[in-house]
C-alpha cells in the first residue's frame, strides 16, 4: 500500500511540474532534501521491486514445501502485480505529459 500513497504523491508533484513547465502555475517552493519528484520515484521503483522480490519468495516457499498458505502466497503475488501495473501507468502518464510539454514549447 505504501506503493500506492507514494504513487499518489509522484502524480500530484508531476502534475506541479507540468503546470510549472507550461507557465499556468506559480512557483512553488523547493520540497525538502529527499521529497523531491526523483527521490518519491526512485522510492516507489525501490518498494515495487521489494514487492517483487517478496512475491518470489513466496512462491519459490510454497514450491518447496515450507508452511506457507496459498492464499498468502496469491496475496503478494498480487500485490506485486497491481504495483508493477501502477507503476508502469505512472511512466506511460509522464511519456505523455512530457510530449505535452514539448508540443507545447514548438
Same mark, same amino acid.
Not at 502555475?25 to 514487492?51: H, M, N, W, Y
Not at 502466497?73 to 504495483?83: K, Q
Given at each position: 500500500?505504501?506503493?500506492?500513497? @507514494?504513487?499518489?504523491? +509522484?502524480?500530484?508533484?508531476?502534475?506541479?511540474?507540468?503546470?510549472? @513547465? @507550461?507557465? /499556468?502555475?506559480?512557483? $512553488?517552493?523547493?520540497?525538502?532534501? /529527499?521529497?523531491?519528484? @526523483?527521490? $518519491?520515484?526512485?522510492?516507489? +521503483?525501490?518498494?515495487?521491486?521489494?514487492?517483487?522480490?517478496?512475491?518470489?519468495?513466496?512462491?519459490?516457499?510454497?514450491?518447496? /514445501?515450507?508452511?506457507?498458505?496459498?492464499?498468502?502466497?496469491?496475496?503478494?503475488?498480487?500485490?506485486?502485480?497491481?504495483?508493477?501495473?501502477?507503476?508502469?501507468? +505512472?511512466?506511460?502518464?509522464? $511519456?505523455?505529459?512530457?510530449? $505535452?510539454?514539448?508540443?507545447?514549447?514548438?
Amino acid at each position: 500500500m505504501d506503493a500506492i500513497r @507514494a504513487a499518489g504523491s +509522484i502524480h500530484s508533484q508531476a502534475l506541479r511540474a507540468i503546470q510549472q @513547465a @507550461a507557465g /499556468g502555475g506559480a512557483a $512553488t517552493p523547493q520540497p525538502e532534501p /529527499g521529497t523531491g519528484f @526523483a527521490d $518519491t520515484l526512485k522510492r516507489v +521503483i525501490g518498494d515495487v521491486s521489494e514487492l517483487q522480490v517478496e512475491s518470489q519468495n513466496a512462491i519459490d516457499a510454497f514450491v518447496r /514445501g515450507d508452511p506457507v498458505e496459498i492464499h498468502q502466497v496469491m496475496a503478494a503475488v498480487e500485490e506485486a502485480g497491481i504495483a508493477l501495473e501502477l507503476l508502469i501507468e +505512472i511512466r506511460n502518464r509522464l $511519456t505523455e505529459a512530457y510530449r $505535452t510539454v514539448i508540443q507545447m514549447q514548438n
